[in-house]
């Protein structure tokens, strides 16, 4: 069972034992906004380009984020700045994950330190970037929906892993060094 589902399931139970119209209509209600979150999360469609003007379209799911062009694989998502050391320093990492993992790994970095899309392509060409970079003003509604999602408050690097269905596997803020990075690829694309 979800557990978008089992919580109000739980309360439920437990609240139709005590008698009294205001806490039926308070589970009833509890219920109702947890089917709501539920079909809104399916329902989001959130398109993106990338520096090299690729369209990624991105479903949100009660578990995750399908998204279409990279179905199969592993995806780290992450959130980054150009500013930022941990940032910088974990390029190098996904460059070589990237090359190495190809058939099994898409990393898609959206910076989130204010450069358009013309600097950030320029940024990504002097750091040979081998994955798909967006610019914020480039990633639609993407930001704000994991913001919203994943509870993110700024902090960079942030990192969602996605496994092959689509489904989160990992939420992390700051930087993982490459060989944990490596072993959820190994993990994950079993």
Same mark, same amino acid.
């Given at each position: 069972?979800? !557990? ?11 609240? @139709?034992? @005590?008698?009294? &119209? ?12 947890? %089917?709501? =979150? ?6 989001? /469609?959130? &398109? ?34 150009? $500013? ?5 320093? =974990? /390029? ?14 898409? !990393? ?6 204010? %450069? ?18 967006? =610019? *914020?003003?480039?990633?639609? #509604?993407?930001?704000?929906?994991? #913001? @919203? $999602?994943? *509870? ?9 892993? %996605? ?15 490459? &060989? ?8 994950? #694309?079993?």
């Amino acid at each position: 069972m979800n !557990i978008t589902f089992l919580i109000p399931y739980i309360v439920y139970n437990k609240l @139709k034992q @005590k008698k009294g &119209t205001f806490m039926k209509k308070f589970t009833f209600a509890l219920l109702f906004a947890s %089917l709501l =979150s539920f079909a809104h999360a399916a329902d989001d /469609i959130i &398109t993106v380009t990338t520096v090299k003007n690729k369209t990624l379209n991105i479903i949100g799911t009660d578990v995750g984020l399908n998204i279409k062009e990279y179905q199969d694989k592993v995806v780290f998502l992450e959130f980054f700045g150009h $500013r930022c050391p941990p940032c910088i320093k =974990s /390029i190098p990492h996904y460059i070589k994950l990237q090359e190495k993992y190809k058939d099994k790994l898409a !990393i898609v970095a959206i910076e989130v330190q204010g %450069l358009n899309n013309t600097a950030l392509k320029k940024f990504v060409e002097e750091k040979g970037i081998n994955y798909a970079a967006i =610019s *914020q003003e480039k990633a639609g #509604s993407l930001v704000p929906y994991i #913001s @919203k $999602r994943a *509870q993110w408050e700024g902090a960079i690097p942030f990192l969602i892993v %996605l496994d092959p269905k689509g489904e989160v596997q990992l939420v992390q803020a700051g930087m993982l060094p490459e &060989t944990t990075l490596e072993k959820l690829i190994l993990k994950l #694309s079993k």
